[in-house]
Structure formats: C-alpha cells, structure tokens
C-alpha cells in the first residue's frame, strides 16, 4: 500500500511554475509557523525538526532529497489530514502553510516577500527544489556511510547491527506524515533504566537479609516481579520495585506512598531555554490503587537540586527557587488524561534544578512527581553557532565540537538521562574546541593528562565519548601500554576518572599508561554477551550489541591515534565493566596482555578461549550486589586449565569498596605481563 501511494504521488504532474529557491514564503509566515509548530509538532520531531527516535528529522539533507521535484501540495495534504496526531485534520489551511514555511526557514530555503498559499491548486505550480546539504550530524553519518574505507576498519564486527536505510518510498511518507504517524503522548522523558532499579533492590535485599513476615512480603512480591517482567509490563515492574525498596528501607507501602510512585513528569526537553516558554504533563505510568472521588489540583514549583540524602533516609526537601503556579482540574487518571502545564521559568539563573510537581486532594499532598532539568539561556542559539563552526572545522574534531548538540537532543527526546549530560560544562568543552580548531589546527595533536574525545558511532547515528588519561611522558617517539576501562552499570565514561578515589590517573600518570574509558554506548549497555546467546529482545540486542562495539571502537582509535604497545593492551573492569571484562577477553583473545575483573562474574567454559592471558581478579566476600560466587567459580576453572591468575578476595569486602584500594595491585599485575608481540599501532 505504501509503494503504491507514493507511486501515485510522484506521477502528479507538476505544472511548470516556481520553485521553493524562488523565495515562496516570508520570514514573517515562518515566524507563524514556528508557534505553531512547536505545540502540535515539536514533542515528536524535536524544536529544531531534528528528529528523533519515533520520528525523523525535517530539515536535514534526507528530507530535501526526497521531497526534492515533488509538488508543494503533495506536502500540505499530507500535513492538512494528518496532523496534530490527536486531532487530525483541524489544522486550517493557513496555519498548515505557515508550518511549511517554518519547516523551509529550518532547511536554509530562502524567503520572499510573498507568503506561502495556503491553496492545495495554487501550490500544485510549486515545486521543492532541495538546498545545498551542511555539514550537520546527520552529514557526519552520511559521509562516513559512503566513504570506501571506514575510517575505524573492523571486518570482526557483524554488519547486522547497522541501521540500514529505509526503502525511500517508506521514508517519504513517514516523512510527509509529520505528527500524524507518532502518538502525542510520546513526550520524552528517560526514567532511570529497569536494570539499575532491579539492581538496587536487589543489592538492598541482599543487604537486608530480610526475615519473618518481611521476608514473606518481599518473597511475593519477587514472585509479582517475576510475572510483570515476564508479561513485559515495565510500569507495573517499577511500583513493584518501588514497595520493595520501601519495605526493606522500613517505611510502610499505602495507597498514598503507591499513588506518588506512579506519578511521572513529561516534556519535549530538559535542557531548558528559560526564556522561552516551557510545557510539561503529569501523567502515570501505572493505575494505582488510591481511589479519588473528585478531580485534584497540582502546585508547580522550581527547587534547587537536592543535597545527597544520608544512608537509607529520604532526601531533604530543596529550596524552591521559583513558584510557578496552582493548577485546578488535575484528572484522577492521568494516564488517560493527562495534565498540561504552561509554565514561566524567565528570570531564572542557568544551572541545575529540580522541577516538583506536588498533587493535591482537597488541599492535603497526596502525592510528588519531579524531573531534573538544566536551565541555559540561549541555549538553541549556541548549538546553531557550533554546528557552524563545526562546518568549519577540521573533520577529526567535528564529533567534538558536535557533540553537546547531539547529546542534548538524544537527552530531550528521552534516549538518555540528563545525568550523562553537564550543559555548562559540555558545551564550554566543545566551545573551546571550536576556538582552537579555528585555522584547521587540531587541538588534540600531542595532547597529554585527562581529556576526553568524541566519534560518531555510524550503527546508532549518534556521537559518543571516551575519556582519556595520556602520560606527560608521551610524546610519540615510543610505545606505551594501553588501559581499557570499563565502567559498571549506571556509570559512564567518566567512573575510572572521578570515582574510586580517582587512584587510576595517578597511577597512570606515574607507571606510563594510556588509559581509555568508553561509555560503552548506554550506562547499561553491558558490553555484548560474550560468546554467549543473544538477548531475545531486540532492543536489548540492539543496545548490546552497540555497547561492545563502542569499546572495540575506542580501541582502535586509541591504537592510530597514539603509538601503543601492541604487546601491552589491558583490559579492566568493575561490576558490569567486570562482567564485561569476562565477556569482552574471550571474543577478542588475541588483544589482551592480561586482564582484572573487579567484582564481577562470567561463564566458566568461555575461560578456554584465554587460557594464556594472566588474570588478577578481585571481589568482596560479602558483596550484596554480584555475589562472590560469581568470582569464585570462575577462579575454580581458571586453576583447572593452569592459567596463570592471582585472586584476591576481600574479607567484609562489599560490591565498590573493594576497588579503590586494589587498582594499585592491578597496576602491578600489568606491569609484570606482557604479549610477545613486537609491532606497535601507529601514529
């Protein structure tokens, strides 16, 4: 059905008349357009029609091109019927042309001094002509797609991974659907992963040890756990986890406790404009169990981010900042009808904050929903300046300078939490990249201490970070080792840098290591499965998958850009990153001098495939979150096949106290093995 409806709009015959490069909207018309896009199209394409997950992009060089020769009626039918998604078709014909004059102001076609009509005839004499393409993050991908050699060759990796294009005929009409095909609901907003919660309700239970009725209690409830994740039902997995984490912090589960739970906030961004006017919706994401006689009322207000709460104890109250209001008519099913807020944040210091959304049943709190958001003035307006000076760039550096553009959007469509992004921090970095870039220099070119770099990783179409630590001692004209270090679940790039007493970058410093850190693609992407099976889910597979190819990718950057010892590559992790680590060294033998699992566990039988690569392995004989067994079983196989290992098991230890005080020994441990390999990478 698709082709044969795409078919017969390319067979419209096309009066000869204007084209869109003769100036066929004004800048004033798209000024109109921009209002109205952003509150009936913005939540599935993002603000500056980038696109996102569920929706494409609308003003990169894909939707030129296949527009491109097409009549500009064919265009606003398209958006007349199908828009907004929850009201099709109530759109009129002019604020449809004013969208369309927005969305060519978006893609750099120039206006004119005449509006757009808004006359499905008039605009059959019309034509889009498509503009020259830029240098934006969607160009990144396309160029290193149609290069004849991949810039990071690795024939090892499965091509099944790679996002192929979407038949054309397909992409066009999804693309000409605009909101239509997307869901209004679809407001982002990435809640902490399944896999971190699970983990920390399991580490509280093994903490806990709990007993008698409670015991009881949490033995049911991990049966109800069992049945929601089997039925793939992730909200009713959250309450789940929520109570559980209750009962065994001994704080009582209500139907109030169970109401506040289920609240969530929504938005299209959490790095904020507070200039600009800013929407977000309550809404559920599980019915609870609190039975509400009338409709409630919410009061909104801006509070400073809250201090670290002590030890199994809730988090003080912040201090708010800005009251944004008390809203009446709050529906008692919010995931049926959600609730819209229209809110100020002007006046508002840049920083970090926290949104609080306090519901209300006859003037008494019944329940919290909050969201973390970052506050930049003019934020939109710098991402435009550094994807120009991008464009200026030389290439090595543009995922650099790119980068904060590309992690904003992927944090505001919900893809990743705010946590993985720091707005100041960030695009100050990607800033001072565009500075020293100016003049085609590379400001990495002999680099030395604690930095970290960026690259597009072409399968998931988005640029991810690593983080490295240079010696002061290198300076190309030898060989030095190599750490790769890999974080545990929630951390990121950042974990071997900032975390466990910051004891690597010394060390690295003062024994001669490079050491890289990835992300790993996702703070859970778990770095693959090893030689295992594959995850059934495809989502899953997907981010695993991706997860060990960003290792492997940094990998091989780090080997050209730096000359690296060949016969001394390393590889370390802890918790996931030690899971990892058992994962990782068994697909890819013939790397690694020798490697060290911190807390971690693995699959005893893959231990063949490096039976000759030294091992230090470290674990907490009363770790709540990997349990020791995990270590000890594979340090049982690793005695039985005479691999040379030192284990050092930690009375008391727990899951990352065991770490920091260890990384020294690791460090030892590396020193004294290496490959008798003599080439190195190359420069």
Same mark, same amino acid.
């Given at each position: 059905?698709?082709?044969?409806?795409?078919?017969?709009?390319?067979?419209?015959?096309?009066?000869?008349?204007?084209?869109?490069?003769?100036?066929?909207?004004?800048?004033?018309?798209?000024?109109?357009?921009?209002?109205?896009? &952003? /509150?009936?199209?913005?939540?599935?394409?993002? @603000? *500056? $029609?980038?696109?996102?997950?569920?929706?494409?992009?609308? !003003? +990169? #060089?894909?939707? &030129? /091109?296949?527009?491109?020769?097409?009549?500009? @009626? *064919? $265009?606003?039918?398209?958006?007349?019927?199908?828009?907004? !998604? +929850? #009201?099709?078709?109530?759109?009129?014909?002019?604020?449809?042309?004013?969208?369309?004059?927005?969305?060519?102001?978006?893609?750099?076609?120039?206006?004119?001094?005449?509006?757009?009509?808004?006359?499905?005839?008039?605009?059959?004499?019309?034509?889009?002509?498509?503009?020259?393409?830029?240098?934006?993050?969607?160009?990144?991908?396309?160029?290193?797609?149609?290069?004849?050699?991949?810039?990071?060759?690795?024939?090892?990796?499965?091509?099944?991974?790679?996002?192929?294009?979407?038949?054309?005929?397909?992409?066009?009409?999804?693309?000409?659907?605009?909101?239509?095909?997307?869901?209004?609901?679809?407001?982002?907003?990435?809640?902490?992963?399944?896999?971190?919660?699970?983990?920390?309700?399991?580490?509280?239970?093994?903490?806990?040890?709990?007993?008698?009725?409670?015991?009881?209690?949490?033995?049911?409830?991990?049966?109800?756990?069992?049945?929601?994740?089997?039925?793939?039902?992730?909200?009713?997995?959250?309450?789940?986890?929520?109570?559980?984490?209750?009962?065994?912090?001994?704080?009582?589960?209500?139907?109030?406790?169970?109401?506040?739970?289920?609240?969530?906030?929504?938005?299209?961004?959490?790095?904020?404009?507070?200039?600009?006017?800013?929407?977000?919706?309550?809404?559920?994401?599980?019915?609870?169990?609190?039975?509400?006689?009338?409709?409630?009322?919410?009061?909104?207000?801006?509070?400073?981010?809250?201090?670290?709460?002590?030890?199994?104890?809730?988090?003080?109250?912040?201090?708010?900042?800005?009251?944004?209001?008390?809203?009446?008519?709050?529906?008692?099913?919010?995931?049926?009808?959600?609730?819209?807020?229209?809110?100020?944040?002007?006046?508002?210091?840049?920083?970090?904050?926290?949104?609080?959304?306090?519901?209300?049943?006859?003037?008494?709190?019944?329940?919290?929903?909050?969201?973390?958001?970052?506050?930049?003035?003019?934020?939109?307006?710098?991402?435009?300046?550094?994807?120009?000076?991008?464009?200026?760039?030389?290439?090595?550096?543009?995922?650099?300078?790119?980068?904060?553009?590309?992690?904003?959007?992927?944090?505001?469509?919900?893809?990743?939490?705010?946590?993985?992004?720091?707005?100041?921090?960030?695009?100050?970095?990607?800033?001072?990249?565009?500075?020293?870039?100016?003049?085609?220099?590379?400001?990495?070119?002999?680099?030395?201490?604690?930095?970290?770099?960026?690259?597009?990783?072409?399968?998931?179409?988005?640029?991810?970070?690593?983080?490295?630590?240079?010696?002061?001692?290198?300076?190309?004209?030898?060989?030095?080792?190599?750490?790769?270090?890999?974080?545990?679940?929630?951390?990121?790039?950042?974990?071997?840098?900032?975390?466990?007493?910051?004891?690597?970058?010394?060390?690295?410093?003062?024994?001669?290591?490079?050491?890289?850190?990835?992300?790993?693609?996702?703070?859970?992407?778990?770095?693959?499965?090893?030689?295992?099976?594959?995850?059934?889910?495809?989502?899953?597979?997907?981010?695993?998958?991706?997860?060990?190819?960003?290792?492997?990718?940094?990998?091989?950057?780090?080997?050209?850009?730096?000359?690296?010892?060949?016969?001394?590559?390393?590889?370390?992790?802890?918790?996931?990153?030690?899971?990892?680590?058992?994962?990782?060294?068994?697909?890819?033998?013939?790397?690694?001098?020798?490697?060290?699992?911190?807390?971690?566990?693995?699959?005893?039988?893959?231990?063949?495939?490096?039976?000759?690569?030294?091992?230090?392995?470290?674990?907490?004989?009363?770790?709540?979150?990997?349990?020791?067994?995990?270590?000890?079983?594979?340090?049982?196989?690793?005695?039985?096949?005479?691999?040379?290992?030192?284990?050092?098991?930690?009375?008391?230890?727990?899951?990352?106290?065991?770490?920091?005080?260890?990384?020294?020994?690791?460090?030892?441990?590396?020193?004294?093995?290496?490959?008798?390999?003599?080439?190195?990478?190359?420069?």
């Amino acid at each position: 059905m698709i082709r044969i409806a795409i078919a017969a709009a390319l067979l419209v015959a096309v009066p000869a008349g204007q084209t869109t490069r003769d100036g066929v909207y004004t800048e004033t018309q798209a000024k109109r357009g921009e209002e109205i896009y &952003a /509150k009936s199209c913005a939540s599935c394409h993002a @603000s *500056d $029609l980038s696109g996102s997950g569920q929706a494409p992009a609308l !003003a +990169d #060089a894909d939707f &030129a /091109k296949e527009w491109d020769a097409q009549p500009l @009626s *064919d $265009l606003f039918e398209r958006i007349r019927t199908t828009m907004p !998604a +929850d #009201a099709p078709g109530t759109l009129t014909p002019p604020a449809v042309a004013d969208v369309m004059a927005f969305i060519f102001a978006k893609a750099d076609i120039p206006s004119g001094t005449t509006d757009l009509p808004s006359d499905a005839a008039a605009l059959k004499s019309i034509v889009f002509a498509a503009p020259r393409a830029g240098l934006g993050i969607r160009d990144l991908v396309r160029r290193a797609r149609s290069s004849r050699q991949s810039p990071i060759p690795n024939p090892r990796f499965s091509g099944s991974i790679r996002r192929r294009r979407a038949p054309m005929n397909a992409r066009v009409l999804v693309v000409a659907a605009l909101c239509g095909l997307v869901p209004a609901s679809a407001f982002p907003q990435a809640l902490t992963s399944l896999a971190s919660v699970r983990v920390g309700y399991t580490t509280r239970k093994n903490t806990v040890k709990p007993q008698g009725e409670l015991k009881t209690q949490i033995d049911a409830l991990d049966a109800q756990i069992a049945e929601a994740a089997r039925l793939g039902r992730n909200g009713e997995l959250r309450r789940l986890y929520a109570k559980g984490i209750a009962l065994l912090n001994g704080r009582p589960w209500t139907d109030a406790t169970d109401y506040s739970a289920s609240l969530v906030l929504r938005t299209p961004r959490v790095v904020v404009d507070s200039s600009k006017p800013y929407t977000v919706r309550l809404e559920q994401i599980y019915a609870p169990s609190l039975a509400l006689q009338n409709a409630v009322s919410a009061k909104v207000t801006l509070r400073n981010r809250p201090a670290p709460a002590p030890p199994n104890q809730p988090a003080p109250e912040p201090a708010v900042v800005k009251d944004l209001g008390a809203f009446d008519g709050v529906a008692r099913d919010l995931r049926e009808s959600p609730f819209f807020f229209d809110l100020d944040l002007s006046g508002v210091a840049d920083g970090p904050y926290l949104l609080a959304v306090d519901v209300l049943n006859q003037g008494e709190r019944i329940g919290t929903a909050s969201l973390g958001v970052a506050l930049r003035t003019g934020v939109d307006d710098l991402a435009a300046r550094l994807e120009a000076d991008a464009k200026r760039a030389p290439e090595s550096v543009r995922p650099d300078i790119l980068f904060p553009v590309d992690r904003m959007k992927n944090v505001n469509r919900g893809r990743l939490e705010l946590r993985t992004f720091d707005p100041e921090k960030d695009l100050a970095a990607a800033e001072a990249v565009a500075a020293a870039a100016k003049g085609g220099k590379d400001p990495f070119a002999g680099k030395t201490g604690d930095f970290k770099r960026h690259y597009l990783l072409d399968a998931a179409r988005e640029i991810i970070p690593y983080r490295l630590y240079v010696p002061t001692s290198y300076n190309g004209s030898k060989a030095f080792p190599l750490i790769v270090a890999l974080h545990g679940l929630g951390g990121t790039e950042d974990a071997f840098f900032d975390g466990y007493n910051k004891a690597l970058p010394p060390l690295a410093e003062s024994h001669g290591y490079i050491v890289a850190a990835p992300l790993g693609y996702r703070v859970d992407g778990s770095y693959g499965w090893g030689l295992g099976t594959p995850p059934s889910d495809p989502n899953t597979r997907r981010t695993q998958e991706l997860s060990e190819q960003d290792v492997m990718q940094v990998l091989q950057r780090v080997r050209q850009a730096y000359k690296i010892d060949e016969g001394r590559i390393y590889l370390m992790g802890h918790s996931m990153g030690g899971i990892g680590t058992w994962k990782i060294a068994p697909k890819y033998p013939d790397i690694w001098a020798a490697i060290a699992p911190f807390s971690g566990n693995g699959a005893p039988d893959t231990l063949e495939k490096i039976r000759t690569v030294p091992e230090i392995i470290v674990h907490g004989d009363n770790d709540p979150t990997v349990n020791v067994a995990g270590s000890r079983a594979m340090v049982a196989k690793l005695k039985e096949l005479g691999t040379e290992h030192k284990y050092i098991e930690v009375p008391g230890g727990l899951h990352s106290d065991v770490v920091a005080p260890n990384i020294a020994a690791a460090i030892d441990f590396f020193d004294a093995h290496r490959k008798p390999v003599r080439s190195t990478s190359q420069q």
